[in-house]
């Protein structure tokens, strides 16, 4: 089998996300002191096979109920299109969904048993758990799936991915906040995603919430999701809830700009639509990246003001005179 077709079918670009999501709760840890090597790892080889896992099982529901059949493709909606080009079987597809579900809850059993069945760890991965297996044939149909990408792809998974690297201890208001940030961010794409299969998910019982609101409606509520999510970066760093450094994230704010603008003037012309759904993943991808970067020059900074033996109440105040100078 071609792996190439596999690849195409797992949807490969958009696993960029988990890869950025994880190490930000990792960041989160460490600056509070922890990281553990080898959950980090299962962690992030858990949160991609779950990912991978509704990708192909949401292909596999959307091909049996004719959605994909009745969509107009495009390089960031109407599915992958293997099934319904004949490149893969609907047998083989649903196998492989099962087994990507299954090493994503095997790795998040085997984490939750070492660190004793936490309450809220098992939560979180039963919710995850829960949301891969029910999202296409419940959540995403009755207009929940915008919700429910915003919580697992936000605070579940950096809340969780923190708790993981605790050891089970307390879940900071870190973890959760920035889990906001992200989980808005991944909401955003799916929910601008929707609008060129708007009228076949329609046809086919699909509710939505672009096919709640109708598309010009959507437009709006794209832009106060998007919106939102810098408005949560700039009180957090402001309110000092996530690092200074935290703030390089607004610097896609004119990026996001653009996406705004171009859905305003193509929302109901698909072919018109893709640069506006390729620059929101792209200002996505950015902003998160520039998040995680400011974590890991944060990181560096107090690592060397504990070398020179600068003290804890100190170093806040020098980061800050640093960032001003620059």
Partial sequence: MNYKIWLKEFRIPFLILPVLFVPIGIAVAIGDG??????????????VSLHISVNVLNDYFDYKSGIDTA????????????????LLTSNNVLTAGILLLLLGSVIGGYIAYSLNFPT??????????ISVVGYSKIFAASGLGEILVALNFGPLLTAGTYYVQTGATEISTQSIYIGLITG????????????PDTTADISKGRRHLVARLGKKRAVTGFKIVVSLA????????ATGI????????????????????????????????????GNNVKTT????????????ITALIFQYLSLIHISEPTRPRLISYAVFCL
């Fill in 120 to 129: 809220t760890l098992v939560a979180i991965i039963a919710v995850a758990i």
């Fill in 71 to 86: 969509t107009t493709p495009t390089p960031f909606s109407g599915g992958s299109r293997v099934l319904p080009e004949k």
């Fill in 285 to 296: 991808i950015v902003t998160s990246a520039l998040i995680l970067v400011g974590y890991a």
């Fill in 242 to 277: 996530l690092p200074v450094l935290a703030a390089l994230g607004l610097l896609t704010i004119q990026q996001s700009r653009t996406t705004f603008k171009l859905l305003d003037n193509n929302y109901e012309e698909i072919e018109k639509l893709i640069p506006a759904m």
């Fill in 184 to 195: 808005l961010l991944t909401a955003g794409i799916l929910y601008i995603n929707q609008f």
């Fill in 34 to 47: 922890y990281f553990n090597a080898t959950y980090a790892v299962l962690t992030l080889i858990g949160v």
């Fill in 230 to 237: 810098y408005v949560v970066l700039a009180v957090g760093v």
